[in-house]
């Protein structure tokens, strides 16, 4: 996963000259869970048609130029690893701060599924 090659790929889009901000999103696999357990890795699923949904009704904000997606979906990630990269060009901050923390979090909640796997339960070979 590279946020330069998506970047790059929005600078190509015909519509880049109306840009004034590229905000990206880089999720990676934290030591510690939301509760505080020690996390030794993660996997992640992705709806891609609700995906394709979430990114289709934010782009239709006036605007945005265009948003991005990668995952790191269906393989075993490690702490330190990258989830997901999220990439929204726009054309004033306001916009494009709002648009990246409103389809970040419809991802998180409709378009993605994690499962952590807890050092607990490796160290007791489970």
Known sequence: MNP????????????????GMIL???????STSRDGRKVSGLTISVDNEKLEQ?????????????????????????VGDDVMLLVVAGDIR???IRVL????????????????FFEEYRQHGI
């Open 54 to 78: 979430v990114v289709a009704s934010n782009k239709q904000t006036p605007g945005i130029v265009e948003i991005l997606v990668e995952f790191n979906a269906n393989r075993n990630l490690s």
């Open 24 to 30: 990206c999103h880089n999720g990676v696999v934290r």
């Open 101 to 116: 923390t409103d389809t970040l979090n419809a991802i998180k909640t409709t378009v993605t599924h994690k499962t952590e």
């Open 4 to 19: 330069a090659h998506l970047i790059n790929n929005i600078k190509k889009h015909p519509d880049y000259h109306r840009a």
């Open 94 to 96: 306001e916009t494009v």
